[in-house]
């Protein structure tokens, strides 16, 4: 069910994290890395660690955690795991907990990338937030809310510092290294641990590696009190984006059903019981050579229609036509709406889902937020029966069910609008 809700995101390099506030805060993590990731969570002492504090994310999967109001803890990223399925204990090469993939209540073994946050509530949506590198390094991450207010700056360390650790600093597995130490690691004194006489602002300075991280990654904790450009605090504005959302989709079935030729509410009630919504979040960062890396394969939506709200200028979306492709100019305040392969499957492919792909830019970073509307998964995608004649527009679409269309998509890479050749009647050309 759709309610009102305070929302804003937050944008990491590797995974994204997404926070809804209703009654408790929803947070969405996406794994946006190339390689799969085992996020560990850990409550801060007296607040509950979601999901046993860990488990396994695939490349471009996402999970969702349900933390209550005023919930405060830390998320970061293991990599290099490898767990016995039945027992759940194995290793990380970064960020292990005790051998579990479950963390419960054992924190990450530096170095490791570390997000910590205390949340506000709806009522008073006043919230913190850090990337920290004071226990090392394992991941790039960014933290970026988009529809915050005062505060809402960016938190991030978005540079791979494993490429330029100091050598004192390394750490490898396997001859590769996977990590860069904290000196406070490394050297194990009280003046690089900021513990013992060091343990105050006032004795406890930047070092010369302190520094470093700083210069590579200035918008992230680089020691124990570098409060000052690390700590974001953030007052989030009130937004209904659920709710508008959906009356803007159902605005938009009306508007098709109609064109179908069936009623207003026809589309709608297709859906099944309720009109879904799944939200992705990607972050683009500059890219020095664009005309070498795509940020997202040409593609069509599995989704009955795609909103993509403008929140900036920067050109990254293009959509195919004919040979080329056309890049979709922002209109601040717009949305943009992709007609998904579903609607292509009940309109008997008058209305054709749109191949399109996302750039990168040379200049600077982009986010995407993408909200899909899909029906319910056992909703059939063939043409609705207005749309078919037997003259003039015979059925050129099977009736498929939405879960088993879903699941051949997720099986095939990325290649165009290929994957719509399951929906098709096959034709006998003889």
Same mark, same amino acid.
């Given at each position: ?107 990450? *073994? ?31 991450? @960014?933290?970026? /809310? *988009? ?15 494993? *490429?330029? +650790? ?27 641990? %900021? ?21 590579? +990654?200035?918008?992230?904790? @680089? ?10 605090? %953030? ?94 100019? /922002? ?62 527009? /015979? ?36």
């Amino acid at each position: 069910m759709s309610t009102s809700s305070q929302q804003f995101h937050f944008f990491l390099l590797c995974m994204i994290i997404s926070l809804s506030i209703t009654d408790g805060t929803e947070l969405i993590i996406v794994n946006n890395c190339k390689d799969s990731i085992w996020p560990g969570i850990l409550g801060t002492a007296g607040h509950v660690t979601p999901r046993e504090g860990g488990f396994l994310l695939l490349s471009g999967e996402q999970t969702v955690l349900q933390v209550p109001d005023k919930w405060s803890g830390r998320i970061w990223p293991r990599q290099g795991c490898c767990f016995d399925e039945t027992t759940g204990r194995g290793s990380c090469q970064t960020g292990d907990c005790a051998g579990l993939l479950q963390c419960r209540g054992v924190g990450g *073994v530096p170095p490791a990338t570390l997000v910590e946050m205390t949340l506000g509530t709806s009522k008073s949506a006043l919230h913190y937030y850090d990337v920290s590198l004071v226990d090392g390094f394992n991941v790039p991450v @960014s933290m970026m /809310p *988009v529809g915050g207010g005062a505060g809402c700056g960016v938190a991030a360390c978005e540079t791979n510092l494993n *490429v330029c +650790c100091p050598s004192t600093l390394v750490l490898k597995r396997q001859g590769k290294v996977v990590g860069c130490k904290s000196a406070c690691l490394a050297a194990k004194t009280d003046r690089y641990c %900021c513990t013992g006489e060091y343990a105050n602002p006032k004795s406890c300075r930047p070092t010369v590696f302190s520094h470093l991280f700083k210069a590579i +990654c200035p918008k992230a904790y @680089s020691f124990a009190f570098d409060d000052a450009s690390g700590l974001k605090t %953030c007052k989030a504005s009130r937004t209904r984006v659920i709710n508008r959302n959906t009356k803007l989709a159902e605005e938009i079935f009306a508007n098709l059903s109609l064109l179908m030729g069936v009623d207003k509410d026809a589309l709608k009630r297709l859906h099944g019981k309720i009109v879904k919504q799944a939200i992705r979040m990607k972050y683009y960062p500059a890219c020095s050579r664009p005309d070498l890396v795509l940020g997202v394969s040409p593609h069509s939506d599995t989704s009955t229609v795609t909103l993509l709200p403008q929140d900036d200028d920067i050109n990254g979306l293009q959509i195919r036509h004919r040979e080329g492709w056309v890049p979709v100019k /922002p209109i601040p305040n717009a949305i943009v709406m992709n007609i998904g392969d579903v609607i292509e499957g009940w309109s008997n492919g008058v209305y054709k889902s749109i191949e399109h792909r996302a750039v990168t830019n040379v200049t600077a970073a982009r986010m995407s937020i993408a909200t899909f509307v899909i029906p319910d998964d056992d909703v059939e995608l063939g043409p609705v029966e207005t749309m078919v004649d037997d003259y003039n527009r /015979p059925k050129m679409y099977k009736a498929i069910k939405y879960a088993d269309y879903l699941r051949h998509t997720l099986s095939k890479k990325m290649d165009g609008k290929a994957t719509t050749e399951l929906l098709k009647v096959e034709i006998d050309s003889s």
